[in-house]
Nanobody
Framework: QVQLEESGGGLVQAGGSLRLSCVAS????????MGWYRRAPGKQRELVAD???????NYADSVKGRFTLSRDNAKNTVYLQMNSLKPEDTAVYYC??????????????WGQGIQVTVSS
């Protein structure tokens, strides 16, 4: 089984920063893509950023220049540094990873979600 555990969320004032972390653990053979989605109240889930094993990083237009995705492959960890936060960044952030568990096929796994609240 594979688990994703997020940390680093919370409440911050507009203009502030937060750093989200997500660690993948369990019976992992290989990880390809890791990234973050978010779901704001009353809105659809949207991709924030992701990074495949080939080094290509994608960002939502709304976060370009403010958010930075990074990975520590040795630790099976992905980070999301969020700067210049805005109230519209308020959402539940979900980590995901495309993982090949040992002796099993590739699958996408999700974290439980972590709340980020930006006050104006």
């Amino acid at each position: 089984q594979v688990q994703l555990e997020e940390s680093g969320g919370g409440l911050v004032q507009a203009g502030g920063s937060l750093r989200l972390s997500c660690v993948a653990s369990g019976s992992i053979f290989s990880i390809d893509t890791m990234g973050w989605y978010r779901r704001a109240p009353g809105k659809q889930r949207e991709l924030v950023a992701d990074d495949n094993s080939g080094g290509s990083t994608n960002y939502a237009d709304s976060v370009k220049g403010r958010f930075t995705l990074s990975r520590d492959n040795a630790k099976n960890t992905v980070y999301l540094q969020m700067n210049s936060l805005k109230p519209e960044d308020t959402a539940v952030y979900y980590c995901y990873a495309k993982v090949q568990p040992r002796a099993r096929a590739w699958s996408v796994y999700w974290g439980q979600g972590i709340q980020v609240t930006v006050s104006s």
